[in-house]
């Protein structure tokens, strides 16, 4: 069964600090790697892609890495703001070859930036 | 554009009720899925559609059903209410690639079920 785990469950960083969440996953064939940011009461919004052949991808103060050979991404968080306060979810789309293009959610590292 | 636009956001039943969560988007998109969020797990896939008049089951499909007459509009129906259904729903659409693009969520609608 394809699972995706994510670490640390929730952290706490004070404002300005960098931060680094991890992403681990089994989803083979791997078709591409999304982070969403999902901000308390609201819906999950993307922050990066990457597919197989990539191995980092930035947005802003958010950058995404990928090793598809340990099947391990992680996305860093540069000079951390209150706004970065959300839950962070990392979601790992099959290839079709496989059979399924279900993608698999992680359960979210839950960030908590103080002032 | 509103984008993904659900209703209601919060809804109690009753154990046995019947009720729809409304999704409507305006971004022409052909794929629309039904998410749960239960705390603790992941979002689950429930029902997603690649296209009008065109329906498929995700990983948690029972006791729930979806039309999609629309391209714009795809309803889920909850068709006889459990506490097990207490759960935040989300729907969401993607532009291309069905479930593996982008997918853009909407606000999500809050559900208990005593």
């Known amino acids: 069964k394809n699972q995706v785990e994510q670490s640390p469950q929730s952290l706490i960083i004070l404002e300005g600090k960098n931060c680094t969440l991890q992403?681990?996953?089994?989803?083979?064939?791997?078709?591409?790697l999304r982070w969403y940011k999902q901000d308390t009461g609201r819906g999950p919004v993307s922050l990066t892609i990457m597919t197989f052949s990539e191995n980092t991808k930035s947005n802003g103060r958010y950058t995404a890495t990928l090793d598809a050979d340990t099947k391990q991404s992680s996305l860093h968080i540069t000079a951390s703001q209150l706004s970065d306060s959300a839950s962070y979810i990392c979601?790992?789309?099959?290839?079709?070859?496989?059979?399924?293009?279900?993608?698999?959610f992680g359960r979210g590292t839950s960030l908590i930036v103080h002032p | 554009n509103a984008g993904v636009t659900q209703t209601p956001k919060f809804q109690v039943l009753k154990t046995g009720q019947s009720m729809t969560l409304q999704c409507a988007q305006d971004?022409?998109?052909?794929?629309m899925s039904w998410y749960r969020q239960d705390p603790g797990m992941g979002l689950r896939l429930i029902h997603y559609?690649?296209?009008?008049?065109?329906?498929d089951q995700g990983e948690v499909p029972n006791g729930y059903n979806v039309s999609r007459s629309t391209t714009e509009d795809f309803p889920l129906r909850l068709l006889s209410a459990a506490p097990s259904q207490t759960s935040v729903y989300f729907c969401a659409s993607s532009p291309s690639g069905g479930p593996t693009g982008e997918l853009f969520f909407g606000e999500g609608s809050r559900l208990t079920v005593l």
């Open positions: 971004m022409n998109h052909e794929y």
């Open positions: 992403c681990n996953y089994t989803v083979s064939p791997f078709s591409n």
């Open positions: 559609s690649v296209g009008a008049g065109i329906t």
């Open positions: 979601v790992v789309s099959p290839h079709a070859s496989g059979g399924s293009y279900i993608p698999t």
